[in-house]
Every structure is written in structure tokens, then in C-alpha cells.
């Protein structure tokens, strides 16, 4: 069975850069540009293991919110942040995260996505 993968990110380049990457891997992807889209999908398409988010996005709430709600709403998630600027502290983000600092090398998602069983 084929992983899918949420990826959760405001700038559409760097989004379709994401989501063309993790697909020529062999992964099925879904994308949302916010929060809120995030949430809707997680509710509709239970067969999302990761969700790959940015930490800063407009909206209802920014990444680092966004993986603490699925944290508590969907526990078995793996969740990978991004940023360029902003570096949470291990403990400001829920256990079991993975931090990558953009701009991530594709390698280094793809190894955290190749983990995930």
C-alpha cells in the first residue's frame, strides 16, 4: 500500500516543488495551502500517515498549531516541520516530529518518508 502524504504549504512553488518530489518518489500526495484545508482533508481521507507542513502560513493557525492539533486529533501522524526562519525548540513541538530547516535537501525528507513504516 502506497503512503500519502499531506503537504501543508502557503507558497504554491514551493508546494508544487514538494509535492512533484515526494510523487517521483512513489508516494500518493495531497496539498493544502492552510491550515484549515489540512484539517478538512485529515477528517476525509484517513489514509494520510504524514503530514509535511510549513511553520509559518496565514490562516487560522500556523504550522507549528496545525501539528499539535493533529498531534491530539490523529496521535499515530507522522509529522515533519519546515521553516527558513523559525527553529521551535524540541519542546514546543509535540513528540515524535521531525524538524527539517528550509531550504531541506530532498534527500533528507525523502529518508524521514522512507522511515515511516
Do not use: C
Request: no cysteine; proline share 7%; hydrophobic share 45%.
Amino acid at each position: 500500500m502506497t503512503k500519502t502524504i499531506l503537504v501543508v504549504e502557503d507558497e504554491p512553488i514551493i508546494r508544487m516543488n514538494a509535492v512533484a518530489m515526494i510523487e517521483d518518489a512513489g508516494y500518493d500526495v495531497l496539498e493544502a495551502s492552510n491550515a484549515d484545508d489540512a484539517i478538512t482533508l485529515l477528517e476525509t481521507r484517513p489514509q494520510i500517515r504524514v503530514v509535511f507542513s510549513d511553520i509559518e502560513m496565514p490562516g487560522s493557525m500556523d504550522g507549528l498549531k496545525l501539528i499539535h492539533a493533529i498531534r491530539k486529533r490523529w496521535p499515530p501522524a507522522v509529522l515533519i516541520l519546515a521553516s527558513g526562519r523559525v527553529s521551535p525548540l524540541v519542546d514546543d513541538m509535540p513528540e515524535r516530529t521531525v524538524f527539517l530547516r528550509k531550504p531541506y535537501v530532498d534527500n533528507d525528507l525523502l529518508k524521514v518518508l522512507a522511515e515511516v513504516d
